[in-house]
């Protein structure tokens, strides 16, 4: 897969009057994306300002579509039962009632005028998207529904908490994220596969490298859930992770992380065992259709 803007600008979709008739920009002799841009931590997160500003290294088309408020863990939920609606927070910028998922498809369906978005960037998460996260992160979910929709997609999330008492980096995407964004370009991916970027916790210049990842797995199950008792006596629950470091092997999202690694991981959606389908493959052929009879 090519980034739509390496392609033959199509009249009336891609052309340089779809965008108001100015001259697009070239990166590296590649011409400009149109960025559509979208999170799960909400229209007013800090992270989605310094994707906006990465964005802006690259171009000055970009739109916005967030959600209002923080929709962590939405994964790929789809709003299907009730209504989405559309704030204009200001021109190309919208916040939406709905998921991060909701805001990727009205986005390139509805919302961005003219020419349909060439690249989507989801971010920057507040927190790391590594091993299991990415089934559940709405971050990771926004890129995939792009990719769905044939637009190439990044996921990037800043990584927290690895160092105690300290404060979130976002200095640190803000430091290297153009430079990945311009390599990712360049290099293009193929079809059905989504980029999914994590700077680790510590300060731009304690940065040890980047590096292509596979997705990890952590040793044991870091989810927290914690019961408490609201005024009126009633219990409630507080769903989170521990924190808990596991032993990753090196190659891994976690491992690159944890050694202060920028981590670059090329994910794809088809989620077969193969090896176990191969196994489960001669036992369901000797199955009689008689044995499958109710």
Known sequence: MQLAA?????????????????????????????????????IHAPGLAVLEAMARTLTDDIWIVAPEVERSGASRALTLTEPVRIREVAPRRFACSGTPTDCVLLGVRTLVEGAAPDLVL???????????????????????????????????SQAKGFRAGASIPWQTAAAHGPAVLRALIAARWPDGVVMNVN?????????????????????EDVTHVERRLDLRGNHYFWIGYAAKLSRPPEG???????????????????????????QLAPVLAGLATAELAP
């Open 6 to 42: 390496l392609r033959p600008s199509q009249p009336g979709t891609g052309s340089d009057s779809a965008r108001g008739g100015r001259p697009r920009l070239r990166v590296l002799g590649i011409e400009a994306v149109r960025i559509l841009i979208s999170n799960d931590d909400g």
């Open 122 to 156: 989801s971010g920057v998460n507040n927190g790391q998207n590594i091993a299991e996260d990415v089934t559940v992160s709405g971050t990771v979910a926004a890129a995939v529904q792009g990719m769905q929709m044939g637009i190439p997609s990044i996921a990037l």
């Open 199 to 219: 700077f680790p916790d510590c300060l731009p210049g304690d940065v040890t490298g980047i590096e292509a990842t596979f997705q990890g797995e952590r040793d």
């Open 252 to 278: 891994s999202d976690l491992r690159a992380v944890y050694d202060g690694r920028i981590s670059v991981t090329p994910l794809q959606m088809n989620l077969t065992s193969a090896p176990t389908r191969a």
